[in-house]
């Protein structure tokens, strides 16, 4: 089934986003004026920081409202843009004091807690690296990753030291300062947090930092196999603020919430540093996903902008509720979506529960920031990730019979999607893993192990990792495509398909169903969805085999590990599942 084009010619949202007009913007685009909206350091040099906190304070907007912090009880905390330039400073003071060197990493293994956000940037003002942890991780990834990322400070709390550093600390043989947030009954050598920040000076000279200086230490995802160490410089600024004008709509005073937990690099690009280059009041919830308390929020906070994942989403149309009946969502003007393939299904429910459809966006932890995106205004065709990012070459290329790697235009075609290198937020390196890091390049061209294919108006549409493409009876199919049918159906709420080896076909596809609320799994119901994939994708695409499935497994961001599903059917080693997340094994 195909939903229909959602037009915004014409609308409102369209004639006053920031980008109106997306083929003039594709013409006149120059990362160099993209550039030239940030003010770079007094004297020379970039810095995340600085861009995201002080130049705004230095224009005369310290005492606007920053961060919003609710706590699980409801508690509120509100920082202004002053505030921050003051406590990011104390911050990079103390780890002047501490002895920590520019490009040393620090590590935060916190929750949504505002020391994150002042450990972030302040470490970044003093020309430190920062990575952030989930906060869910076992000891062992938090290992994995430290010892990788060879930290030298972890900001954390009393509780989670004990769990989970207190049983490796003895291996992690850089890690100089451990920093507690909160109750500091910790390590006989941790420091406190607050109190140390209270001892320190409130204004720093931002470390002189080049835009090619790194930054940021983000670890993917781990959906496909070992989580890589994306390494990203402070240039990346100029990347997370134009792509939160554009694909985000992001504007000076807008409310922002941004759903993505800061364990992971959207919880960092667009968690933090994009809504503050823009001038935005970032909204942060200590709380978990809860469905009434997340309209709530929406509604007692008046966000204009909300970024979130197809996860959370679907989670939400599973309760059936009407927010749009229930709760004052008039403030609402976007909503954007990332990280899975956001089915059509979701961005048609989007416009139906909330007046507003879900603009879907693709990029990695390898991209730094959004490189496709359905903008704000151009039509919406349901399911497709939408066209590049102004200054975005993107292309659906394939290898040629003498190996090279050549963009193909037909659209029926499926490729690997592809990107010209030298965008400022692109990666430079996986830590440790040059030969890999240089794989991922050839011919002039990013290889990002997506496969997608391009219509004829440009428009991106998924079709599913290269790894979890199933080739049956000669045909290439992708998981995405054969989900997003099940999904159709009224009492499926999420879906995840794998191919599995067969002697005829080479692989056939079986499907992982988790049913909506109150929907009881019945032979019945199972032969009911076997017949209404087979109607909508022919019996050669359409899974041969479906089983019910309470939870599927799935990543700490909210990634559906296909990968897994697999090997567990295969009686295969499961490989690494440090981000799997524990109530969906
Ligand atoms: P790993 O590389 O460790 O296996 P990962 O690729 O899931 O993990 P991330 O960098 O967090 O780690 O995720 C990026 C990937 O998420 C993309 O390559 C793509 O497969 C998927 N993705 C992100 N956004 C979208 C989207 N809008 N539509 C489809 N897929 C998306
Ligand atoms: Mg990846």
């Given at each position: 089934m195909s939903f229909a084009t959602i037009s915004k010619t014409g609308t409102v949202a369209a004639a006053s986003a920031r980008l109106?007009?997306?083929?003039?913007a594709c013409r006149s685009f120059s990362w160099e004026a993209a550039r030239r909206q940030l003010n770079f350091l007094p004297g020379g040099g970039l810095n995340i920081a600085f861009e995201a906190i002080d130049r705004h304070v230095d224009a005369g907007k310290g005492s606007r409202l920053a961060l919003r912090w609710i706590g699980k009880d409801n508690s509120v905390r509100d920082f202004t843009y002053g505030d921050l330039k003051s406590a990011t400073s104390r911050f990079a003071n103390f780890l002047n004091k501490l002895g920590v060197r520019r490009g040393e990493t620090v590590f935060t293994l916190l929750g949504r807690q505002p020391a994150l956000y002042v450990t972030a940037l302040g470490t970044l003002k003093a020309g430190c690296v920062f990575s952030p942890l989930f906060s869910a991780f076992g000891p062992e990834p938090v290992e994995a990753r430290m010892s990788k990322g060879r930290g030298v400070v972890l900001v954390t709390t009393a509780d989670l030291y004990r769990k989970k550093v207190?049983?490796?600390?003895?291996?992690?043989?850089?890690?100089?300062?451990?920093?507690?947030?909160?109750?500091?009954?910790?390590?006989?050598?941790?420091?406190?947090?607050?109190?140390?920040?209270?001892?320190?000076?409130?204004?720093?000279?931002?470390?002189?930092?080049?835009?090619?200086?790194?930054?940021?230490?983000?670890?993917?995802?781990?959906?496909?196999?070992?989580?890589?160490g994306a390494v990203h410089v402070h240039g990346a600024v100029i990347a997370h603020?134009?792509?939160?004008?554009?694909?985000?709509?992001?504007?000076?005073?807008?409310?922002?919430?941004?759903?993505?937990?800061?364990?992971?690099?959207?919880?960092?690009?667009?968690?933090?540093?994009?809504?503050f280059t823009n001038g935005a009041t970032l909204i942060v919830d200590e709380a978990e996903f809860d469905g009434p308390r997340w309209f709530g929020i929406l509604q007692d906070q008046k966000v204009t902008v909300w970024y979130t994942a197809p996860t959370a989403i679907r989670m939400l149309m599973k309760l059936g509720e009407k927010p749009r009946a229930d709760y004052d969502l008039s403030h609402l003007r976007f909503m954007a979506s990332v990280g899975e393939p956001l089915n059509a299904e979701a961005v048609v429910w989007g416009v139906e529960a909330f007046g507003?459809?879900?603009?879907?966006?693709?990029?990695?932890?390898?991209?730094?920031?959004?490189?496709?995106?359905?903008?704000?205004?151009?039509?919406?065709?349901?399911?497709?990730?939408?066209?590049p990012l102004p200054g975005i070459d993107a292309a659906i290329v394939r290898r040629s019979a003498d190996n090279h790697i050549e963009p193909v235009s037909d659209p029926t075609l499926t490729g690997e999607l592809a990107l010209r290198p030298g965008w400022p937020s692109m990666f430079r390196a996986y830590l440790d893993e040059d030969e890999r890091y240089?794989?991922?390049?050839?011919?002039?061209?990013?290889?990002?192990?997506?496969?997608?294919?391009?219509?004829?108006?440009?428009?991106?549409?998924?079709?599913?990792?290269?790894?979890?493409?199933?080739?049956?009876?000669?045909?290439?199919?992708?998981?995405?495509?054969?989900?997003?049918v099940l999904m159709e159906h009224p009492a499926v709420a999420e879906a995840a398909v794998i191919g599995l080896p067969d002697p005829m076909a080479g692989e056939i596809v079986k499907a992982f169903v988790a049913l909506k609320r109150g929907v009881t799994p019945s032979d019945a119901l199972r032969k009911e969805l076997l017949g209404h994939a087979r109607r909508h994708l022919g019996a050669a695409v359409a899974p041969r085999e479906i089983v019910f499935a309470e939870n599927l497994p799935k990543t700490r961001s909210g990634k559906i590990m296909r990968r897994l599903l697999k090997a567990r059917e295969l009686g295969l080693p499961e490989g690494d599942l440090s981000t799997l997340e524990s109530d969906t094994k």
């Open positions: 109106s007009d997306y083929g003039q207190a049983p490796i600390r003895d291996r992690l043989t850089a890690l100089r300062h451990v920093i507690l947030v909160g109750d500091t009954s910790g390590p006989e050598d941790a420091l406190d947090f607050d109190a140390e920040l209270a001892r320190v000076g409130d204004t720093y000279e931002v470390a002189r930092t080049q835009p090619d200086d790194v930054a940021l230490l983000h670890f993917t995802s781990g959906t496909t196999g070992k989580p890589k603020h134009i792509t939160g004008q554009y694909a985000l709509d992001l504007r000076d005073g807008d409310i922002f919430w941004c759903t993505a937990d800061p364990g992971w690099v959207t919880g960092t690009s667009y968690g933090i540093i994009a809504p507003l459809p879900f603009h879907d966006n693709w990029w990695q932890t390898e991209t730094g920031g959004i490189m496709i995106a359905n903008f704000a205004a151009m039509d919406i065709k349901p399911g497709s990730m939408g066209r240089r794989k991922c390049f050839a011919d002039g061209w990013y290889l990002s192990g997506d496969l997608a294919t391009m219509d004829a108006d440009g428009y991106f549409w998924f079709v599913g990792r290269s790894d979890d493409v199933i080739k049956s009876a000669g045909h290439l199919i992708g998981p995405f495509e054969v989900e997003s």
